[in-house]
Each structure stands twice: as C-alpha cells, then as structure tokens.
C-alpha cells in the first residue's frame, strides 16, 4: 500500500490498507498512512478518523498528531490543529515539521509574529528546513521587512533550486518590488 501511495495510486493505497487492516487491525502506522492517503484525496473526515484511530492505539506518535493537525487545518478546525500541533511538538521536541505546520497556521490566523516565532523554532531545530524558510519568508514579507524576506526565499533556494512555493513567493515579492518603485 505504500508503494502505491508513493507512486500517486491513493485510491489503491487506501484499499491496500484496509486489506493490512483486516491481517493487523491494531496497526496505528497503517491508519496513519492511510490517514495520509484519504486526505491527498480530500477525504478530511475519513482521515481524521484513521489519524484519531492511530492515536487510539499510539497516543505518543507524534507524526499522527502533526497530520491530524495539518487535515484539521485544511478543514478551518484551528483551535483543534493548533491543539495537535502542540502536542506532536511536546511529544517530540526536535519536530520541526509541527513548528512549520504551527507557524503556517499562526499565519493563517493573522498571527504573524507567532508564525515568525514557529519557524525560527523549527529553524533551530532544522536548519536546512526549506518550507520553515519559505514560511518566514512570507511572513517577514507580510511584515513589511522585505529585505529579510529575500534573504529567506534565497536560503531556501540555496537548499532547494527546485522548490516550488518558494519559487512563486519570490516572483511575487520581486514583481510588487517593481510595482512599489513605479
């Protein structure tokens, strides 16, 4: 079932899981990946149900709070996505990824200097985390400290060329530049 959601064959991920299921029902990482499969296929509730399954079995996991966290987010449940973000971050200090989720969902809310605050954090804990870049870089530019928001945007292009958001969030911030200085 990985291999297919790894291809892209949500679809026949998630049969493959169901079918592990019925051998293993008491699997939590086969409810998490499944979990992750429903939700690429934008099935939030049945994901939130296989990542709230997951943590029936493995309260401690910390990556199935953090995509629980990120479906809850997708749907506009904030208050519950900051609630499993923060647990997925006591659960494991060093997870960047929850401070990245955390900083992306501050930002969400307008909360800019909380998300700036949550990406620093993962940034200390992650240094090379292109999407933690990307997200300060957003940020500080929604600040007004466009400077360092550049700055941000060509860390996270030194790490990754390829990185798609922060490709389109430089070519923003460079075309309101030229609008600004006309």
Known sequence: ALALQTLGDMEGAVAGYRRALVLNPDDPDTYNNMGNALAALDRPENAVAAFRRALALQPGNAVAHNNLGHVQRTMGLWDDAEASFRKAATLQPGFAGAFVNLGNLYRDKDDLHGAESCY???????????????GLGLTLWQLGRHNEAL????TALAIDPDHPETLVNLGIAREQDRSEEH
């Open 120 to 134: 620093r954090r993962a940034l200390t804990l992650a240094p090379r985390e292109t999407a933690a870049h990307c």
């Open 151 to 154: 700055a941000s945007y060509q």
